[in-house]
């Protein structure tokens, strides 16, 4: 999606933390999200952040929003194998219509 | 449990063979959704639905048709498939809360 931009790849050692960046243009979102697509299967919501928000944790996941600079990332504390996989950014205005980024292939090595 | 299904998983066919891609979800969502995802290019909304008989184009809709009929279903229609409807294609739906969309697990459409 034109207005929501990711870097495309990513590679973390093990243990290791990775920060994944999007930007995205529409500042009426009232909603932000970041999904986890494995190999061969669907979407599956991580985590998502309310527009007012600055930051949110749940365990080894934070994300951090800057509304001003319109800049949102997603940080995983010591990275998993099992973390591998291709990570989007969306943004939602009214009704849930996401705009994806174009996802960041995480690569975790040993 | 509360899911989206699709079918098929996986479909090869010709062009200009009509064909079908059903959508389910069993969450009485109002909101449903089609995508298609292509490398390079995440997600794309092809059309939408915010309830029944209500439909509306997405961002790419061209060559594709939908009907929602009944709540629970939102069918994806090619009804002249061309190559560059190769893509993997996501129904989603989406509940009130926080607008969390929830999606299928997909369909890998091959059009030779």
């Known amino acids: 999606g034109e207005d929501v931009e990711q870097s495309l790849f990513l590679s973390v050692r093990e243990g290791d933390s990775s920060v994944i960046n999007c930007t995205y243009t529409?500042?009426?979102?009232?909603?932000l999200y970041w999904y986890k697509q494995e190999p061969g299967a669907g979407l599956q919501l991580l985590t998502y952040?309310?527009?007012?928000?600055d930051m949110k944790q749940d365990q080894r996941l934070t994300v951090l929003l800057n509304k001003k600079d319109k800049h949102l990332s997603l940080r995983i504390a010591d990275t998993q194998t099992g973390d591998s996989a291709i990570y989007f950014c969306?943004?939602?205005?009214?009704?849930?219509?996401?705009?994806f980024g174009a996802g960041t292939q995480v690569v975790v090595t040993p | 449990e509360a899911q989206v299904t699709q079918n098929p998983r996986y479909l090869i066919t010709v062009t200009g063979k009509k064909l079908t891609v059903t959508c389910s979800q069993n969450?009485?969502?109002?909101?449903m959704s089609w995508y298609r995802q292509d490398p390079g290019l995440g997600l794309r909304q092809i059309y939408y639905?915010?309830?029944?008989?209500?439909?509306d184009k997405g961002d790419v809709p061209e060559g594709y048709k939908v009907s929602r009929k009944e709540k629970r279903n939102f069918p994806l229609i090619l009804e002249s498939p061309s190559p560059n409807q190769t893509s993997l294609y996501f129904c989603?739906?989406?509940?009130?809360?926080?607008?969390?969309?929830?999606f299928g697990p997909g369909t890998r459409l091959t059009v030779l």
């Open positions: 639905s915010m309830n029944v008989e209500v439909t």
């Open positions: 952040i309310f527009s007012n928000m």
């Open positions: 969306a943004e939602s205005g009214r009704w849930g219509k996401l705009q």
């Open positions: 969450m009485n969502h109002e909101y």
């Open positions: 529409d500042s009426s979102s009232t909603y």
């Open positions: 989603a739906s989406t509940g009130s809360l926080n607008n969390e969309q929830f």
